[in-house]
Nanobody, 130 residues
Framework: EAQLVESGGGLVQTGGSLRLSCAASGFIFDDYAIGWFRQAPGKEREGVSYIRSRAGSTYYADSVKGRFTISSDNAKNTVYLHMNNLKPEDTAVYYC???????????????????????WGQGTQVTVSS
């Protein structure tokens, strides 16, 4: 059974940093792409970033480009989202999701669309105080 477990959320001040983790199990990690999404209260879920595990190719939403970095430790079946220079508007529940990598055209925004993903984690709360 496929499973994704997020961790690392918390409360941080504006300008601070957090590292989120997404631990995957139950599927062949190297064959999948992992995406990070977030949902703020009253807003739709939006794609933040994704990484194709084997190839290591990445893509970011404009809102986080230059501040967030996604990385993958394939030996640990874990994807990280390093978040720097956090802003109050980054406050949201952050989710990771998985989809077979061949579904995604690399370096395109298709990986930021939640509808393409098969498996989802339960989410972790990130709160940035002003």
């Amino acid at each position: 059974e496929a499973q994704l477990v997020e961790s690392g959320g918390g409360l941080v001040q504006t300008g601070g940093s957090l590292r989120l983790s997404c631990a995957a199990s139950g599927f062949i990690f190297d064959d999948y792409a992992i995406g990070w999404f977030r949902q703020a209260p009253g807003k739709e879920r939006e794609g933040v970033s994704y990484i194709r595990s084997r190839a290591g190719s990445t893509y970011y939403a404009d809102s986080v480009k230059g501040r967030f970095t996604i990385s993958s430790d394939n030996a640990k079946n874990t994807v990280y989202l390093h978040m720097n220079n956090l802003k109050p508007e980054d406050t949201a529940v952050y989710y990771c999701a998985a989809v077979p990598a061949h579904i995604l055209n690399p370096h395109t925004s298709i990986g930021l669309k939640q509808g393409v993903y098969d498996y989802w984690g339960q989410g972790t709360q990130v709160t940035v105080s002003s």
